[in-house]
């Protein structure tokens, strides 16, 4: 038996590498300067919106039949990743037109994928995922949104819930139900556009992080959309959510693994550089220890995110809690290295002047979206117990 003298296993490709070295310039360049600011304002970053789609980082999974990059699910996640080690309101940019379109990629017939993915892969919409409602959040599929056939058209008539990038996107993935009497096998899978009669967006969401993506209600009042834009049959709606999941939630690990990462990078240049008792407090075993156990725990959840990554692109079976556990872990990862970094800093940690105190309040976010992590610890023990 002959091995690879190279040994390439558990080694990202040279495209890989390449493409983390493009993003992380451009994010470095384009995006760290202004996380603060887009913070502050809780306004979205159209700026960044058009570097990244310059780059054609703003939407790389799409296939290429439809204008896209057809990139793999790992470039994916570096994409998100190295964004989100700068700002985790842009790396939103990437990872929700993933989750919007990724219902239309799995289920969509092949006149709604032309459609509706090739203007997002030119950059000329974006596309959110619209499953919640106040009174369904981990309970999915007791929502009330309800469509009916008419014609030619669905009416829609309810409310979704924090929506990410609601109000930028054009196009929304919406659950909806057509069978009030079959459970969650009555609800179908719409794709709603922004100018469609009876859309509209509520106001924006008060929130703790993530401000520069807006989070609103959408309201659908008797809004008409063409027959043609149901994803898949109905009934199906609900099973392609959770097959659309299992695909984006290693990206918001992926989310979660860059804010990480961005408080590591942040904490060892401050650990050099300020000095206390006469010398730089890295120099203290203390820190030093944090430090370590924030590293080792940030690089153990990149290894689980890129092997979800990789389970998801060859379509192996297990992806389901491979994925939660890859989104769990590294959210949790990323809220734990976000507040040591905030403690590493000392009271300057806690001020605006230094970065990790923001990427503290986004790094919560990811143990509550895409499944909480409580959510997700039962996806994973019920998936195993089968």
């Not at 306004?43 to 990139?71: M, N, Q, R, S």
Request: charged share 20%; aromatic share 8%.
């Amino acid at each position: 038996m002959a091995f690879d003298p190279d040994f390439a296993t558990y080694r990202l490709t040279d495209e890989h590498q390449m493409l983390r070295a493009a993003v992380r310039e451009l994010a470095d360049d384009k995006i760290a300067p202004r996380a603060a600011e887009i913070d502050q304002s809780s306004e979205f970053p159209y700026d960044v919106l058009e570097a990244l789609t310059k780059a054609d980082f703003h939407a790389t999974h799409i296939p290429v039949a439809y204008g896209g990059l057809g990139a793999d699910s790992v470039a994916t996640a570096i994409v998100i990743e190295e964004v989100a080690r700068a700002c985790a309101s842009s790396s939103l940019i990437p990872a929700v037109n993933k989750l919007g379109t990724m219902p239309v990629i799995l289920s969509g017939s092949e006149e709604l994928k032309k459609e509706v993915l090739t203007p997002v892969a030119a950059g000329e919409a974006m596309f959110s995922y619209a499953l919640s409602e106040r009174e369904a959040g981990s309970d999915a599929a007791a929502m009330r949104t309800r469509a009916v056939a008419e014609g030619d058209s669905w009416v829609l008539n309810g409310t979704k819930a924090w929506i990410t990038n609601a109000g930028v996107s054009s196009y929304y993935t919406v659950m909806a139900v057509t069978d009030p009497s079959a459970g969650a096998k009555g609800i179908s899978a719409f794709v709603v556009h922004k100018d469609d009669p009876g859309f509209s967006v509520g106001s924006k969401e008060r929130k703790l992080g993530i401000k520069g993506s807006p989070t609103c209600e959408i309201h659908f009042d008797n809004c008409a959309i063409p027959a043609s834009r149901i994803v898949g049959e109905p009934g199906t709606g609900f099973k392609t959510a959770l097959a659309t999941l299992d695909h984006t939630r290693l990206t918001i690990g992926a989310q979660a693994l860059g804010i990480a990462q961005g408080a590591i990078d942040a904490s060892i240049a401050y650990m050099k550089q300020r000095q206390q008792f006469g010398r730089p407090i890295a120099d203290f075993q203390g820190l030093q220890f944090m430090l370590a156990d924030m590293v080792m725990q940030t690089e153990a959840a990149r290894q689980l995110i890129y092997a979800a990554a990789a389970k998801a692109e060859r379509g192996e079976p297990g992806l389901t809690w491979y994925s939660a556990s890859a989104k769990a872990f590294a959210s949790d990862v990323a809220m734990k290295v976000t507040t040591d970094a905030v403690q590493l800093f000392g009271g300057a940690g806690y001020t605006q002047d230094f970065p990790v105190e923001r990427m503290m309040r986004d790094a919560k976010i990811t143990q509550i979206y895409e499944g909480t992590n409580q959510i997700n610890r039962m996806v994973i023990a019920r998936q195993i117990l089968k």
